[in-house]
């Protein structure tokens, strides 16, 4: 029965390169259809997906790119007048024979930029097999991240290993992801997930801390339904710079830390979930759509 799973999984994935390589957009309904269990509306798109989907389908702007890279976003920032919301990287790196271990510290973090969930976090040098750690790497930087889930953004963006200060609170513990749905500019809405890596916990919030109740019933769980989150005391200063840096998009999520009272800006994400979250009641998913108002067409990229 393995077997025969994983011979399922493979053709699935194959299918799905197929697919990306020859259209995008049939790729996009086919992915659509499977993880949402609905048709996909491009015609006419009302609801978050739909219009997530449309943005990444029809307006290629280069900067969607450029943001979307873990490092390329560091110079978006910086160009923006925004640099103390960026968190120290140690180097960069092209190739994973690049990197000098014996240099690094005993806590950081390697993330490769093109991609989405290639991170390395080590907590202790001394505990970190080198020789996995490279292998994942190389497995990471030689993925087209594009052909997961048609996420063809990610194509156009160049494989780097950046190498980041290893961030934590001072119970030791990884730090709270703040992550702030920007619609045409304006922040509007701010998804919690706490306790990364063990059992992760999700809240919505709009800009007044007010707890939105937003999972579907199938979806709750007693750690996702049973806390409150307390604000952040960098909340002003993540909704300014969410501001500032999501101007030009029709949608950017814009992903922060709270850091002893310091906004740190982690990534900018583009498409949410692949933009087939499945989370989400059908109601906020339509209220979400509403918040977008969708451009013009727009080519940019290939």
């Known amino acids: 029965m393995k077997m025969y799973l994983k011979f399922k999984k493979r053709v699935s994935a194959l299918y799905t390169t197929f697919l990306i390589n020859i259209s995008p957009v049939l790729a996009t309904k086919y992915l659509y259809k499977k993880r949402t269990g609905r048709r996909l ?6 609801n978050f997906n739909e219009k997530v989907n449309w943005l990444k ?19 978006y920032v910086k160009e923006n ?43 202790d040098k001394r505990k970190l097999d080198i020789n996995e750690t490279k292998n994942q790497i190389n497995k990471w930087m030689n993925t087209n991240y594009s052909l ?15 190498c980041e200060k290893f961030l934590e609170t001072k119970d030791n513990s990884l730090p ?6 920007c619609f045409n500019g304006s922040p509007s809405l701010i998804l919690v997930t706490t306790e990364r890596g063990e059992v992760v916990k999700r809240f919505m919030n709009d800009l007044n801390w007010n707890k939105i109740d937003y999972i579907k019933d199938s979806h709750i769980t007693y750690e996702e339904t049973v806390e409150t989150i307390e604000k952040p ?4 200063e993540m909704v300014y710079y969410a501001k500032q840096l999501a101007k030009p998009f029709p ?7 709270d850091l002893e009272g310091q906004a740190i800006l982690g990534e900018m994400t583009f498409t949410p979930d692949g933009g087939y979250a499945n989370r989400y009641k059908e109601d ?10 969708l451009p013009k067409k727009l080519k940019g990229y290939r």
């Open 284 to 293: 906020i998913l339509i209220k979400m759509g509403d918040m977008i108002k």
């Open 81 to 123: 007048n925004c640099p103390e919301i960026l968190t120290n990287i140690y180097n960069v790196y092209y190739d994973i024979s690049d990197i000098d271990w014996n240099s690094l510290p005993q806590k950081f973090v390697i993330k490769v930029t093109n991609g989405c969930g290639f991170n390395i976090i080590c907590r």
């Open 148 to 162: 997961k889930a048609a996420e063809i953004h990610y194509k156009k963006m160049t494989p780097r290993i950046i």
């Open 251 to 257: 949608f950017v999520r814009m992903d922060f830390y």
């Open 57 to 75: 389908l029809y307006w290629r702007h280069p900067l969607v790119a450029k943001c979307g890279d873990k490092y390329e976003m560091r110079e």
């Open 176 to 181: 709270i992801d703040y992550k702030i749905f």
């Open 41 to 46: 509306n491009l015609k006419s798109p009302r």
């Open 233 to 236: 005391s960098s909340l002003k």
